[in-house]
């Protein structure tokens, strides 16, 4: 009787398996993928739609795309202005600026409003020393 295994025919297998594996990746088509181009681009990205909250509650909003003048709404009158600012384009994108004297509180509930009517791109605008750029 013998004590051993035999290992030989495992190790054939495992060399025909490592063969198989290795020429098998070779005969499989890759696919391709085309990456847009420069030119291809339609238009460029719009400016978001800046909702300000002043430190007295009162809401503005600001569309640099069409001069940046700030336009005073109420919040009844909030989306529906929205809407018209954003002309069609649902993914326009929305930042939210609060004044820093504002309670965080009244960010939030225009943050909310904004988020229950359908908006979904919204984000918070920060600023960093004199200059206004939306958080990404």
């Given amino acids: 009787m013998m004590n051993q295994i035999n290992v030989v025919p495992y190790i054939d297998v495992m060399l025909v398996l490592l063969v198989i594996f290795m020429v098998a990746p070779q005969a499989t088509p890759t696919g391709s993928i085309e990456l847009p181009s420069v030119g291809q681009a339609s238009q460029t990205p719009a400016q978001p739609i800046e909702v300000m909250v002043k430190a007295d509650g009162k809401l503005a909003l600001r ?3 069409k001069g940046g003048k700030e ?5 009844d009158t909030l989306v529906s202005r929205l809407r018209d600012m954003q002309g069609g384009d649902a993914n326009r994108a929305l930042v939210v600026a609060g004044d820093k004297a504002v309670r965080y509180e009244e960010i939030l509930r225009v943050m909310d409003t904004l988020q229950g009517n359908g908006f979904t791109r919204i984000g918070l605008l920060v600023q960093t020393g004199q200059n206004a750029k939306p958080a990404r």
């Fill in 63 to 65: 569309d640099r795309d």
């Fill in 71 to 75: 336009e005073a709404v109420t919040r």
